[in-house]
């Protein structure tokens, strides 16, 4: 079911104060750089593009005045606030972005920053406006898309956070209808995938949510269920763990082959779990040994 997305007295603009989670983020991968050598490399570059992006996102709070209203009925509200005057505030900030990650990134990606830069601006334009729409193809994340969607998903990532910020206010009015977007494993703000699994202190126990890949959204999902395909049957889920990474495991699914990380906040306080996601690189290995394919593949490939 589709949520129902704004409330009709939402007014739709940016809050006085963001709280910004890149600060943050990049702390984390400080710490965790140090705790694990092997993840030193991909973590140095998350560093560096998460700077880009908050610088962004600053840039964008100065100029991004009137965000508009979302119509009545919009199944996913942010889609619709995408117009011409903000892909005019964008596009010149793309080649930036690519010679940014031409400097910082694996040679691989360095290599498809540089063809992109090369493209006609018309291109860049496509790229980005398939992926804010959702219509990049594909099911499921695999390496062959990844140096196609990393480009469009992180440049996008800061305008849509801010965005979202935006739409879901301070929090003393219920922007969307959460009890119908639990449950939903598409963003119920952009409609784009979940990145990571979180459990958070709730009660005498926990509650699940899913993290947004491109708007950072999170919102309330089932404990015992596939993110992929919906699968409640305890037998068919498979949960992997390991002794280095308690308070991360896999969740995978045995219908549809797909797995997906949760990152757990009770065991483990300090986890920022995008960053989390991205330093517990062994567990993909794992997962992929074992035959499964990860439905959302992070900034680092993997």
């Known amino acids: 079911m589709a949520p129902r997305n704004v409330s009709e007295r939402s007014l739709i603009a940016l809050p006085d104060v963001l709280v910004s989670p890149w600060e943050q983020r990049i702390r984390r991968a400080e710490e965790l750089t140090a705790q694990y050598p092997y993840a030193a490399e991909p973590l140095r570059f998350y560093q560096e593009l998460v700077r880009f992006q908050e610088g962004m996102q600053e840039s964008l709070r100065a100029t991004l005045t009137d965000l508009g209203r979302p119509q009545n009925g919009d199944v996913f509200p942010l889609r619709a606030l995408l117009r011409e005057e903000h892909r005019d505030l964008l596009l010149p900030r793309f080649p930036e972005f690519l010679d940014h990650v031409r400097r910082t990134g694996s040679p691989a990606l360095a290599d498809a920053a540089a ?3 090369s493209v006609p601006e018309d291109r860049w334009e496509a790229l980005l406006e398939a992926y804010w729409f959702q219509d990049t193809g594909g099911e499921s994340a695999d390496s062959e898309v990844m140096a196609i969607d990393f480009f469009p998903k992180a440049f996008l990532q800061p305008y849509a956070s801010l965005l979202a910020g935006g739409l879901r206010g301070d929090g003393e009015e219920a922007e969307i209808d959460w009890k119908v977007a639990e449950g939903i494993a598409a963003c119920p703000m952009c409609g784009a995938r979940a990145q990571v699994s979180v459990l958070r202190p709730e009660g005498h126990g926990s509650s699940r949510s899913l993290v947004c890949s491109l708007c950072a959204t999170e919102w309330r999902f089932k404990r015992v269920r596939c993110v992929a395909c919906g699968e409640e049957e305890f037998e068919r889920l498979v949960f992997l763990t390991t002794e280095e990474f308690r308070h991360v495991r896999i969740n995978a699914c045995d219908t549809c082959h797909t797995y997906f990380k949760e990152v757990d906040l009770v065991k483990e306080l ?26 959302e593949l992070n900034l680092i490939g993997m």
Do not use: F
């Not at 300090?270 to 990860?294: C, F, Q, S």
């Open 270 to 295: 300090a986890a920022v779990p995008v960053v989390d996601e991205i330093a517990t690189m062994p567990l993909d290995v794992v997962a992929v040994e074992r035959g499964y394919r990860k439905l």
């Open 115 to 117: 063809a992109l830069r």
